[in-house]
């Protein structure tokens, strides 16, 4: 099924510890993007990428990197896992020309 | 700068009942205006969205109204079932990136 894949869906993890949320989209979109959500603060962008080679930061990228090798994946790597990392991370991808976003089901990160 | 300011919930309303959910927003250039609804467990679905001002967008019988003078897209529906049951998010996009309220969860009993 077309749409964006995203694993895992839950992770816990010792505080320091690293690792990598998986990202994978089928439907050609050039834009993908990383946000998190935490209770009464809605979603928050922390990186998005408008093409393979490209990314940026958003609004809250400390403690966090992505890279784009291909236009599929948009891997997100925590390098040091804290408390504050606890979260839902949610991954979306657009067509270029519009915001015409579909989200992931999400992964569900505890740090403790 | 961009934000997107949505009224806290949570809304409890009995089946049938008239829903509204306030949202506003500031703005620089000319945004589009989104809805999101996510069902519990789940990941956010796109319910309308209005491009442009006076626009009206629609779906499952929820509607909202892109309104430029009050800077205001409220979210609106008629009748309300407990399957509308969920958190919803106004959206802003601008410059090719979102921004989110911080939802308003809908709580509907039979």
């Known amino acids: 099924n077309a749409g964006v894949t995203q694993t895992p869906k839950f992770q816990v993890l010792k505080t320091g510890q690293s690792m990598t949320l998986q990202c994978a989209q089928d439907?050609?979109?050039?834009?993908m993007s990383w946000y998190r959500q935490d209770p009464g603060m809605g979603l928050r962008l922390i990186h998005y990428?408008?093409?393979?080679?490209?990314?940026d930061q958003g609004e809250v990228p400390n403690g966090y990197n992505v890279s784009r090798s291909t236009t599929e994946d948009f891997p997100l790597r925590l390098l040091s896992a804290a408390p504050s990392q606890t979260s839902v991370y949610f991954c979306?991808?657009?067509?270029?020309?519009?915001?015409?976003?579909?989200f992931g089901s999400g992964t569900r990160l505890t740090v403790v | 700068g961009n934000s997107v300011t949505q009224m806290e919930g949570p809304v409890t309303l009995s089946e049938e009942a008239f829903l509204t959910i306030n949202c506003t927003y500031t703005?620089?250039?000319?945004?589009?205006l989104f809805w999101y609804v996510q069902y519990p467990g789940e990941g956010l679905q796109l319910l309308l969205k209005?491009?442009?001002?006076?626009d009206k967008g629609s779906n499952k019988g929820f509607e909202a109204t892109y309104r430029k003078e009050t800077t205001s897209f409220h979210l609106e529906k008629g009748s309300v079932q407990v399957s509308d049951s969920a958190v919803y998010f106004c959206?802003?996009?601008?410059?090719?990136?979102?921004?989110f309220g911080s939802g308003t969860k809908l709580n509907v009993k039979p």
């Open positions: 439907m050609n979109h050039e834009y």
């Open positions: 959206a802003l996009y601008n410059f090719n990136k979102f921004y």
């Open positions: 990428s408008v093409g393979a080679g490209i990314t």
């Open positions: 979306a991808s657009s067509y270029s020309h519009g915001p015409h976003y579909t």
């Open positions: 209005a491009t442009k001002a006076d």
């Open positions: 703005a620089t250039g000319y945004p589009s």
